[in-house]
């Protein structure tokens, strides 16, 4: 089998007495889309964060492409071509939109000033792609909607040419015609050979767009499910009952 | 009606003339209350307050707690506060007035009047105050102490150091060539302040065809002709209209007679010399450029705004906020220590009480500027217009008469005022 584009190994990290992750382990292969479920507060997000440099593991260990990496920050995690859409959006909200989609990663002009028309341009390319109803280039990203917002973040995590791409609930504020969109994306991007993990509560969701879905419950891995293998209820019941499947087969 | 059709036609919402020259309410409503601040004495001092006299100390007067407006706006962008800019440029100014009086003459031996004297000064001072800055804001950006407890304490802390190097003795005189730094010692004339003015209004002109050009180029929607020529003939009149009156105030005729005698001259019969614009007002336009340049057009400032709008934000988009923080308070104290020259130049010497509540008036020069204390906003051009209507506030009660005590209770109503106003605006323009 292809080398894994992504094995995170036994990760653990605790919040003073919590232990939010609690020796967990995924991986991701080329062109594979892993969901990651779980009831609120089940660690899924701070599992992903370990991967996109916010936050640092107390132990375990990630490879990428097969080689041990330690990603200490968010910029070492880019420069891995690892791109997040975080749960919190994560945007400036006084910057336009442009300015969020480059943020740490500005075009420059020749006399190394940041070039906003270049940049404004490229913008408006990409959203033309994502949602072509965005038109609120020149205002603050707060002046925007919630699922205009969720829009920009996505931009941002797909312009720059992602290998790993981590969703953390990325259609939460969508209306169905974008989330359709989105699901689009996924697809597109994933035959392009792209690795995503996606975070989401939707189990049909899930069940639509994913090959394989990781289980959290409490911190802890339940279990990871080949889709084709079961149904909506498993899975259900995997989140709910913290039970995995094929154990209770 | 002739061209009112907008390049887009997503925008078909037809503006007023007024709307179409896009200006900044803000920034207009700022200029009108100077204005009708400067008319106001005027009226009430007889002529006195607007005459090109008055205009030029004024400008002079603003110069040093401007400066430090400006880098103020940038601390108070990324959430944060310095109490401790009037200690500092007390400890960098009494850093750079002992240099020139006996630290240089007595381990370089270099007298008071060598012309290295004042550069060697100036450059440790500003080295002593770029230092200090990023000290304080290590310990904000990477010892997480809030900056209102570090400046507090470097309030205290500086202040005294001052103190200490000068045993609390006023010192001076300053060097001569230090001295042109000041204001009234150290001017253009008029014919380069005309030459200054010229490429001013030059430069404001290309850097409005040129946003122009950028706009059109990438297909953006563009203001009309005219509005663009209005406000090019505004700019152009203002830089113009600032020259000519700082050209028209003349040197005193015995002032001048004193300056020919010590060239060994003798002054012509009838001269008439203006001073033009002052290096130490050049000094800060020069600071307000490049700062605003900084604050739009480069990675640092556009950090500083991302920063201060949400901090996490920054932090996962790989923006190293700590070290952005250090930078920041670095340029801070960089910028005291410019004003110490200045506000020292001014007064000829050191005194032990120099730069005393500057604190107070630099951050209500920003605040009043529309710099918001929640971070994430705040204008180069705002804070030093704050500052002007601070100084015109101040100058003009004086002239008028008012009682001390009244005057810094206008003083500090103005600035809960102003803060009041910004909040109503902003909730009106909906912008946070
Ligand atoms: N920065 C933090 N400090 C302290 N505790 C934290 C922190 N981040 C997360 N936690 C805790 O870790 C646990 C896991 O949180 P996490 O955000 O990973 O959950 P989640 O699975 O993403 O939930 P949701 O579906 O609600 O987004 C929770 O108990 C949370 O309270
Ligand atoms: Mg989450």
Known sequence: ?249 | MADTTSPTAATVVTKSKFQELELDLRLLGMIGALVLLCIGFNLMTDGRFLTPRNIFNLSIQTVSVAIMACGMVFIIVTRHIDLSVGALLATCSAIMAMLQTQWLPQTLGLGLGNPMIWVIAIVLGLVAGTAIGAFQGWLVGYLTIPAFIVTLGGFLVWRNVAWYLTDGQTIGPLDANFLKLGGINGTLGTTWSWVLGAVAAAAAVWALVNARRAKVNYGFPTKPVWAEAVMATISVGAILGFIATLNAYTIPERRLERMFEARGEIMPEGLIVGYGVPISVLLLLAVALVLTVVARKTRFGRYIFATGGNPDAAELSGINTRWLTVKVFALMGFLCALSAVVASARLANHSNDIGTLDELRVIAAAVIGGTALAGGSGTIYGAILGALIMQALQSGMAMVGVDAPFQNIVVGSVLVLAVLLDIVYRKRVGVK
């Open chain 1, 1 to 249: 089998m292809a080398t894994p584009l992504v094995e995170m190994k036994d990760i653990s990290i605790s919040f003073g007495g919590i232990k939010a992750v609690d020796h967990v382990s995924v991986d991701l292969y080329p062109g594979e889309v892993v969901g990651l479920l779980g009831h609120n507060g089940a660690g899924k997000s701070t599992l992903i964060k370990i991967l996109s440099g916010a936050y640092k593991a107390d132990a375990g260990e990630i490879r990428v492409n097969g080689e041990k990496v330690e990603i200490h920050n968010p910029r070492e995690a880019r420069d891995l071509n690892i791109e997040t859409i975080y749960q919190t959006l994560a945007l400036a909200d006084n910057l336009d939109a442009a300015s969020n989609l480059f943020l740490g990663r500005e075009l420059i002009t020749p006399m190394g000033l940041i070039d906003d028309a270049a940049m404004e341009a490229e913008c408006r390319k990409i959203m033309g792609r994502l949602n072509p109803n965005f038109r609120k280039f020149a205002e603050p990203v707060s002046a925007l909607s919630g699922g205009q917002r969720q829009s920009v973040a996505i931009a941002r995590a797909v312009y720059f040419n992602a290998k790993i791409l981590i969703m953390d609930e990325p259609t939460a504020a969508l209306g169905p015609h974008e989330t359709q969109m989105v699901s689009d994306l996924i697809q597109k991007l994933k035959a392009e050979g792209i690795g995503i993990f996606l975070i989401d509560h939707d189990v049909h969701a899930v069940m639509e767009l994913c090959d394989r879905a990781s289980v959290m419950k409490n911190g802890e891995l339940v279990g990871t499910v080949n889709i084709d293998e079961v149904t909506d209820d498993d899975l259900l019941s995997m989140i709910i009952l913290g039970k995995n499947p094929a154990a209770a087969a």
